[in-house]
């Protein structure tokens, strides 16, 4: 089963301008796991659900090759568009069918997309092409963003607290009760001896205040609500921006603010062959 949330042109070019990628530390976690536990070259990375591209950039200067996967053409409309390494190329497939030969890659990633996948089918892929010792990155990152500002900390908490609660009652049923307990199971359930489980990994960043914003609109739960009923969304969002600007006690949403956004993720190896 493949859930099409991110066809949309207008989201994917507001996916494009607002999210968010993982920190030059988190993929030097995955980066580290990877040389601890293989001999080969860094030669074939694949981003699988890459969206944009925001994490797919992040890898080529890693890797020999670097190709990022996604089934949705608007997506890969917005990653092209914004490549600019020459080693980084874009296919558009399922992450459930991926055009690589057996055993060909050394590091396959998914970043803020398992949970949208079918899953068995997915693990299944991923292992079919990695090389013995090539390792799975899965990442993901949670809708409860923080904000920090001045002394209003305290209060930026409570607003965003609401408005994330108010977005999770509007979350796609495919992701069940929440994506990090899939994440954490699968982990469980993956039957390759070397691997990783981070429940709690942040990433924080200066941002103005129209990035989180936008970002938080980017998600599925809020877009899923435009849907339904696109004046109660953005009677929410303008409510929110509101709130947080007469907290804050400035008028322009231009204003920097520091972002935390809470990423867990899974590392593990492929076994070698012998
Ligand atoms: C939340 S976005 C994540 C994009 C990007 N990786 C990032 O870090 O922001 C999820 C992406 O997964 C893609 N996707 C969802 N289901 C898919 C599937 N079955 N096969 C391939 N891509 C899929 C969507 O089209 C979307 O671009």
């Not at 399922?94 to 996948?117: C, G, I, N």
């Not at 103005?208 to 109660?232: A, D, H, I, T, V």
């Amino acid at each position: 089963m493949a859930v099409r949330l991110f066809e949309g042109k207008d989201h994917a070019s507001s996916y494009q301008k607002y999210r968010v990628s993982p920190s030059e530390e988190l993929l030097s976690r995955v980066l580290t796991f990877l040389r601890r536990n293989t001999d080969s070259p860094c030669q074939l990375a694949v981003d699988v659900g890459c969206g944009s591209g925001q994490g797919t950039t992040l890898l080529a200067l890693h890797f020999t090759q670097v190709v990022g996967t996604d089934i949705s053409p608007a997506q890969l409309e917005q990653a092209v568009k914004h490549s600019s390494a020459p080693n980084i190329s874009y296919r558009e497939c399922p992450a459930e069918e991926l055009p690589f030969e057996d055993a060909s890659v050394d590091l396959v990633t998914v970043m803020s997309a398992f949970h949208w996948f079918d899953h068995s089918r997915f693990l299944q892929e991923a292992d079919r092409i990695l090389r013995p010792k090539g390792c799975l990155a899965i990442l993901n990152y949670t809708v409860d963003i923080a904000l920090s500002y001045g002394d209003c900390n305290e209060e930026l908490k409570n607003i965003c607290n609401e408005y994330h609660d108010i977005l999770q009652s509007h979350r796609h049923a495919y992701i069940g009760p929440g994506s990090q307990a899939l994440y954490e199971q699968t982990y469980n359930s993956l039957p390759y001896p070397v691997k990783e489980w981070e429940p709690c990994f942040w990433v924080r960043q200066q941002v103005p205040l129209s990035r989180y914003l936008g970002l938080m609109k980017s998600f599925s739960c809020y877009q899923l609500l435009l849907q339904k009923n696109p004046e109660e969304a953005s009677r929410l969002s303008q409510n929110i921006t509101q709130r947080l600007l007469s907290a804050m006690k400035v008028t322009s949403t231009e204003t920097e603010v520091t972002m935390a956004v809470r990423y867990f993720y899974l590392l593990a190896c492929k076994p070698s062959a012998e």
